[in-house]
């Protein structure tokens, strides 16, 4: 997500920003935009697209297209944890194995 700041001009009464070109063909802008309110802030979105959603294709070339800071997960890599041996198999075996309630025809037969 990137971010990008407008600023804000004096429209007769009003108060505007001007959105970038290329911002208004990536998300198909028309002539009317659609404004939502939230406690975050204030969303605009393409009126003919309020339903639609990207595509996988779209959405697979949005997230390769954006810097994004991995570096947090370089740290959870470095934590240890691919260099214990997990044994899971031998887990129950040390444990005795686990003990389950026979079922209704184990019952009947003894």
């Known amino acids: ?3 990008t700041e407008l600023r804000v001009a004096k429209i007769g009464n009003s108060r505007g920003v001007r959105i970038p070109a290329e911002v208004l063909r990536r998300y198909a802008f028309g002539d009317t935009a659609v404004m ?3 406690v975050d ?3 605009l979105r393409p009126k003919q697209q309020t339903d639609a959603k990207l595509s ?5 070339k949005a997230m390769a297209a954006a810097a994004e800071d991995w570096s947090d ?6 934590d240890g944890l ?3 041996p997990w044994k899971t198999a031998n887990a129950a075996k040390k444990r005795g194995g686990y003990k389950t309630k026979p079922t209704q025809s184990q019952r009947r037969r003894s």
């Open 1 to 3: 997500m990137q971010t």
């Open 73 to 78: 997960w370089d740290a959870a890599a470095a």
């Open 41 to 43: 802030g204030i969303l």
């Open 56 to 60: 996988w294709t779209d959405t697979a």
């Open 36 to 38: 939502i309110e939230s």
């Open 82 to 84: 691919d260099d214990i």
